[in-house]
Structure formats: C-alpha cells, structure tokens
C-alpha cells in the first residue's frame, strides 16, 4: 500500500454475469489504455468463440480456464492512465467461492466499485461485498448499477436500486457511497457521459475516479516503525524497515517493542540520503543512541499513542482457506515483521470458520504484539493467520478492541 | 494536519525495497535472476540501494540460452565486477551439448531455459528468486502474486495461489520448494524507463537507438547470427533500430527507432500503440495462453 496523491488503486466486484469484466475491459478500451495487439488478440479470441463483436471481457481473462469458462478466477492487476491520475486496478472475481479475492484486492485498494445488475438489483453478493468493503475499510465506495440498457435507462429502478442498497448496507457503516447508472455493453457512464440518461447529473465513472481525493498519509498520525531487516556496517547497525504510519524525526525518543526498551535516533537515511525527518511509506534505515538488542520482528515507535502490547488479540476475520478453522487451532500469526504462534481461542461462539466465512475472532499469542485497531491504522491492525504445517495463508484478521 | 506524499516513482521504490528487505529477513539463499535487460537491471539497483552501505546479500543468476547479444553479456560481467557480486550461470548451450535438451526446429531457445533454471534453483538449494517480471506486461502475469509459490519442479499453480494481502507476505515453503518474488509487479514499462531517467542507470547500449543488419521474421525486425538466420528468402537490411526488451537473440524482435536518448525512449513509450512484449517477442505469440503455460512449467 504505497500511497500517492497521484495514483489510485481500487478494487471491483460483482457477482456473476454482472458484467464486471466487461466494465474493466471498457474502462480500459475507452481511456485508451489497450494497445493495438492486445485489441487485435481480443478480436481474434472473439471471433474464433463466434462473436461479431470484440468481447472486452477477454482483456481481462487471461487465463486458460477462465477464458473457457468465461468466468474470472483470479486477482488480475490491471495498469492505466489518464492526464490526471494512474490506476492500480485489482479486478476480483465476484463468486461467493471466491470471496477472498475480493478481500485481496481489497485490502490494499482506496476505492471499491460494486457492481449491480440493473434488472436483477441488490441481491445476497451485493451485499457480501458491501460487508467485505466496510470490514477491510476501503475508503470510497462506488455502487455502479450496469445494465442501465437493459432497463431502459429508467431513473425509477436506478433510484430503487440505491435505495435498497443503502438500506439494506445501513448498518455495516461503509463510508459515503458514489452510485452511477453505467451500461458497460454499451458504454454509457463509463468514460463518457451518457446520452441517454439526462436525469442524471453526476459524473462518469472514470470522471469520479479520476477526481475522488485520495488521503495522503497524514503526517502527525502515531509514528509505527516494524524492523525488518538489520545492516550491519562495520561496528553500525543501521535498523531498515518501512515507516508504515506517520513520522520519525532525528532526535525522537522511541521505544522498541516487545522489549520495551527506549532510546533515541541519531540518523535516519532515505536509501542513501541523510535526512532530518522521514514519513510513511518511506523505506528508511534509522540508527539508534545505543546498541541495542533489536532486530526482524520488532516495532519501533514515538509518541504520546503507544500501540497495545497484547497476547490476547480479539479481531474481525474472513476466513480464506478451504481447510476450516477451529477452536483450539494452532496457527502463526504474522503481524507487521513479527511471526509468532498463536492458538484459536474463540470464534464468538461458532466452532469452526470455513472458506469466506466472515466472523470474529480471539487468539492468544505466545508472545506479547504491539497492535493497534485497524479501524486507526490498516499496515498495523492487520494479520494473516498461516498453517503451520505447510505455510497455507489461512485468515485475514483485522485488530478490534473492546 | 499536515500531509506528506510520495511521488509514484518513490513509492513504487519504496514498496520494491521493502520486499527486498522481507526477503532477506525471511529466506536463507536468495538470488536475483538477471539477464542484463532493464528490469533486471533496475532490480539490482534497487537491491543496492536497499542494503546500502553494506553489500548485497544475495548473488545473481544468470540463465545463458547462448543466443546473448554481445553488449549484454559485456554488461553483466562489467556490473558483477563493479559491485563485487557472486554470478551464478545455468546454461541452456550445456544441457545441449550434453543431449539432455534438445533444440527446437524454430531455434528458438526461451522455452529450453526452463530445466536448466529449475535445476539450478534446486542444485544450490536457492529458497526465494527475484524475477523482474512486471504484472503490466501480460494477462497471465497479471495475475501473478508478489511472493508466489514454486514446487521442486517449479511449477506455477494459478488456481492454487495464496491469497496476499495488504504487504504482508507470506514466504513459508518446505524443504525444495522455492518463492519466486517479484518486486517490479507494481512498475509498468513506462516506470521502469522514467526511473532509469530519474536514477541516470547505465544500460546496455542495444535499448537505444542504432544500426544493425536485421531481417524480417513474423513481423519482428531479428538480428542476423549464427543462431540460425537469416534462411533462404529473408533478405538482410541496416536498419536504424532499438530494443524494447532483451532476451535470447532468436525470439527477440528490435523496433525501427531513433530513439538515441532515454528522453526520446520515453516520449517512443509514452507514444506507442503496441506492448512491448506484443512488439519484441515472438513466443509470446504461440498462443492465447502461451506465458501461462510456460509459467505454469516453471518460466519465469
């Protein structure tokens, strides 16, 4: 998640036959972001499938069997731009089998569009990824209601839909939700306004991804600094990691966790340049006043708001693996730098967690961790649970606390 | 409330770093695989800057088809020494030579790179390999995880990837498995070239423009050699040209460019209508699904 004002990286999703593929390919087609050979293998594929025209879902089904199949597997990364902006685009699969995908793409996206089938409005995935975009706190949410062609490009059934939608997605406390009526097939909303939707005044698609603020990191957020690597130069350790949150400064008191230890920068560089201050996501190597034991897997931090240093984590999950979780697992758990093991204590009552399940969790860890909620700081409110046994990644947990 | 933001440029070398540095935190014997093309090029310098001041703590791997351009392997051989690194060399000529590979009635020598890479992988026990591979340069790459998991036969199983989220990267294998990392999946080829503007790196002198005899093969500009062209009825030309990508002489296809400064290879990207895999390499041609089956084989 390295955040630029001038790069947007969303997500999608949309339940089978939504479209959603077909709303990449023509967000990609219409910016002009599909190079000549990539159309022309389009236009061969469609036509050898005995299409007339190019089906633009083909740019994004790069596979063997999803193109059989005609369905999307996978997370596809997707690059583009515009004048105004780049776009990092995580296109997710929208089967509820495949909910995990959409908690990948998710996870490091600024934006979310759910997509809804006009003549079909909100059903029970709608609402799934709604749950899945509130949970992973994706910031922005656009509910691009697609087929509008299909429906007459009717503002009643557009308006009903969004209604419904809100209603039903009340309580799950997603931000503030962007609806456009679009149709991908034919194009309307999707780069270019449409003709055939005077009753509606607000931007295309790309028109609002192309000017949606993006938050920068603040700078005076609580400074989070994990360890992950230790360069030692002759008699100096130069401590390297990712500052993941806020800003450390020369001379900043800082404490080390788990140990707790205290001390202070004497020199911070940013990949080979000395500096006085340095801000999240910089890749920073900081030296400290004292030879201290610190190393991978620790967090350094500065500051009045110290992370919880806990062995009882309690947090929200999805399960992703097929393999279920249990009461009583042994698992690791990997927070920031750190990996640790951990036991299932409790899944809010429920015995076991099975594949894009949603639920709660408390683990107990065998070693204290520095945490903070999600809700405040995504790099340090996130784990993955992994399998110790062959390294699977079982869970994506986000810290809550009370 | 103040803010602070990074240009793409450095938060692109910030993520890459970053998982330069998880590798070396996590594996025992990382390598970087590098060709001498700009990726791999850009690799090292970002690994350099990431260690920096101390050095490196991986060695470099070479996979030589024997088909090199010339100026590439003086390239590689120049950095190895200049930064006093460890090359490692899987050579495809070898395995030929020894009757274990055989070669291909189309010379082209990118799909036989595949064992000997695998078995060098296994040979020196190697536990994370760094490939310049970029999701922005193929769908199937696309799909592509940072940190992705490879048996001992190197296989790529696109249905059975492990989901990565946020950047916390799970590297865990077992004994014989290896994790193929990718720390440019984020850059695209217009990144790349910017940041090789940016960080003024020297590249081999074939990725700008010159003059070269070359003969036209599936609608790519290829370089006459030894390797096996030009046959009866493709006619040799100079042509002014640049490459958009290195590998093995016999699939690569130059551009006619006259492009002689990365400023004008810049404005040549910025400005082109075709990929520069769909421009550059012929393998990729084979097939609606030719990087997935080769991916899937163990390619990188």
């Given at each position: 998640m390295s955040t630029t004002i001038d790069t947007l990286r969303f997500a999608t999703a949309g339940s089978v036959d939504d479209g959603k593929s077909t709303l990449v390919g023509r967000l990609l087609h219409d910016s002009k972001s599909v190079l000549a050979d990539q159309l022309e293998a389009v236009e061969q594929a469609s036509l050898s499938r005995g299409?007339?025209?190019?089906?633009?879902a083909l740019l994004t089904d790069g596979l063997r069997a999803e193109r059989e199949q005609g369905i999307t597997i996978d997370v596809a990364y997707r690059y583009f731009a515009t004048a105004r902006r780049r776009f990092i685009l995580a296109?997710?699969?929208?089967?509820v089998q495949y909910t995990r995908n959409m908690v990948t793409g998710a996870s490091t996206a600024e934006l979310a569009i759910i997509l809804v089938d006009a003549r079909n409005g909100v059903v029970e995935q709608t609402r799934r990824h709604a749950a899945v975009a509130a949970l992973l706190r994706v910031p922005h949410v656009v509910l691009a209601v697609n087929k509008m062609d299909l429906v007459g490009y009717e503002r009643a059934g557009f308006e009903r839909i969004v209604a419904d939608f809100t209603a039903q997605t009340a309580?799950?406390?997603?931000?503030e939700v962007t609806a456009i009526p679009v149709s991908a097939l034919v194009g309307d909303n999707v780069v270019d306004r449409s003709t055939?939707?005077?009753w509606y005044g607000g931007p295309a698609l790309l028109e609002f991804l192309e000017s949606v603020p993006v938050a920068a990191?603040?700078?005076?957020a609580p400074a989070r600094f994990p360890v992950q690597y230790v360069i030692r130069h002759g008699d100096i350790r130069h401590y390297a990691g990712?500052?993941?949150?806020g800003s450390l400064r020369v001379g900043d008191r800082v404490t080390v966790h788990p140990s707790g230890e205290t001390s202070e920068i004497t020199a911070i560089d940013v990949l080979g340049t000395e500096v006085r201050a340095a801000h999240a996501p910089q890749s920073i190597g900081v030296r400290l006043a004292d030879q201290r034991d610190?190393?991978?897997g620790d967090m350094i931090t500065a500051g009045p708001e110290a992370p919880v240093l806990t062995q009882d984590v309690t947090a929200a999950v999805c399960h992703l693996a097929d393999r279920p979780l249990r009461v009583g697992d042994r698992v690791l758990l990997r927070h920031a730098t750190r990996t640790v093991k951990a036991i299932v204590r409790d899944l809010a009552g429920a015995a076991r967690l099975t594949a894009n399940d949603l639920g709660r969790i408390t683990l107990r860890s065998a070693e204290p961790l520095p945490l903070d909620a999600y809700a405040v700081s995504r790099r340090t409110g996130a784990f993955i649970l992994i399998?110790?046994?062959?390294?699977a990644t079982l869970t994506a947990g986000m810290v809550e606390f009370g | 409330m103040s803010t602070f933001t990074l240009s793409h440029l450095d938060a692109l070398e910030s993520e890459a770093v970053h998982i330069f540095r998880e590798v070396a935190g996590e594996f025992e014997r990382p390598v970087i695989l590098f060709s001498g093309g700009k990726d791999s090029i850009v690799m090292l310098h970002l690994a350099l800057k990431a260690f920096a001041p101390a050095a490196i703590p991986f060695s470099l791997l070479h996979v030589d088809?024997?088909?090199?351009?010339p100026e590439v392997l003086e390239y590689r051989d120049r950095v190895v020494t200049a930064h006093g690194l460890r090359l490692h060399v899987a050579s495809v000529q070898d395995y030929i030579d020894r009757g274990v590979l055989r070669e291909r009635p189309d010379g082209t020598r990118n799909p036989l790179q595949t064992v000997p890479l695998t078995e060098k992988i296994q040979s020196e026990k190697f536990d994370a390999v760094f490939g310049?591979?970029?999701?922005?340069?193929e769908k199937a790459r696309?799909?592509?995880?940072?940190f992705s998991l490879r048996d001992e036969f190197s296989q790529w199983d696109p249905r059975r990837q492990r989901p990565e989220l946020?950047?916390?990267y799970n590297g865990r294998h077992a004994p014989g498995e290896h994790v193929r990392v990718f720390?440019?999946?984020?850059?695209t080829e217009l990144d790349v070239w910017q940041y090789i503007a940016r960080e003024d790196i020297d590249l081999p002198q074939i990725y700008f423009a010159h003059h070269r005899e070359v003969f036209q093969r599936g609608g790519m500009w290829l370089t006459a050699g030894?390797?096996?062209?030009?046959?009866?009825g493709e006619s040799v030309a100079k042509r002014q040209v640049r490459y958009r990508t290195v590998g093995d002489m016999s699939c690569t296809g130059a551009v006619d460019s006259d492009a002689d400064s990365i400023e004008k290879v810049i404005a040549e990207i910025a400005a082109s209508r075709l990929t520069e895999r769909g421009a550059?390499?012929?393998?990729?041609?084979?097939?609606?699904a030719a990087m997935e089956d080769r991916k899937r084989e163990g390619y990188f």
């Open positions: 299409k007339d025209a190019p089906d633009l296109d997710t699969p929208g089967h309580e799950l406390g997603l931000p055939h939707m005077d990191d603040p700078a005076d990712q500052l993941v949150s610190v190393s991978r399998d110790p046994a062959d390294g | 088809t024997g088909h090199n351009f310049g591979g970029r999701r922005d340069e696309a799909k592509e995880r940072v946020w950047n916390l720390p440019l999946s984020n850059w030894e390797w096996g062209g030009p046959r009866d550059t390499r012929a393998d990729d041609k084979l097939s609606e």
